[in-house]
C-alpha cells in the first residue's frame, strides 16, 4: 500500500509560479510512473504531467513549456513546478502513482489562479 500525500498549493496571481510536492510512503520501492492530474471546476479531472522511470514525460498542451515534472528517487517524492500560472490553471491538483497497475492519488491541493 502506498500513500501520497500532496503539499504547496494556495493562491496566486496571474504569472505567478507555485511549486506542488508530493511525498509518497508505504511500500513504495521505485514505483514505475508517477504524475500530477487536475480537475477544474465543472470538469473532468485530467493529466497535467507524468514522470515514468527512464525519464519520459508527458505533458498536458496547455501546460507545456510552463510545467515542469521532477522527482527524487531517493526521496520517494515528485514535484511539479509551475510557471506562468493562468486563470484556466486553477483546479485541484492530484498527485498520481502507478505501482505496476496499483494506481495511487493524493488528497489533491487546490491552486487558485487570479488577477
Known amino acids: 500500500q502506498v500513500q501520497l500525500v500532496e503539499s504547496g498549493g494556495g493562491s496566486v496571481q496571474i504569472g505567478e509560479s507555485l511549486k506542488l510536492s508530493c511525498v509518497a510512503s508505504?511500500?513504495?520501492?521505485?514505483?514505475?510512473?508517477m504524475g500530477w492530474y487536475r480537475r477544474a471546476p465543472g470538469k473532468q479531472r485530467e493529466l497535467v504531467a507524468e514522470l515514468i522511470i527512464g525519464g519520459t514525460t508527458r505533458y498536458a498542451e496547455s501546460v507545456k513549456g510552463r510545467f515542469t515534472i521532477s522527482r527524487d528517487n531517493a526521496k520517494a517524492s515528485v514535484y511539479l513546478h509551475m510557471n506562468i500560472l493562468k486563470p484556466e490553471d486553477t483546479a485541484v491538483y492530484y498527485c498520481?502513482?502507478?505501482?505496476?497497475?496499483?494506481?495511487?492519488w493524493g488528497q489533491g491541493a487546490q491552486v487558485t489562479v487570479s488577477a
Open positions: 508505504g511500500n513504495t520501492g521505485t514505483i514505475p510512473s
Open positions: 498520481h502513482a502507478d505501482d505496476y497497475g496499483h494506481i495511487y
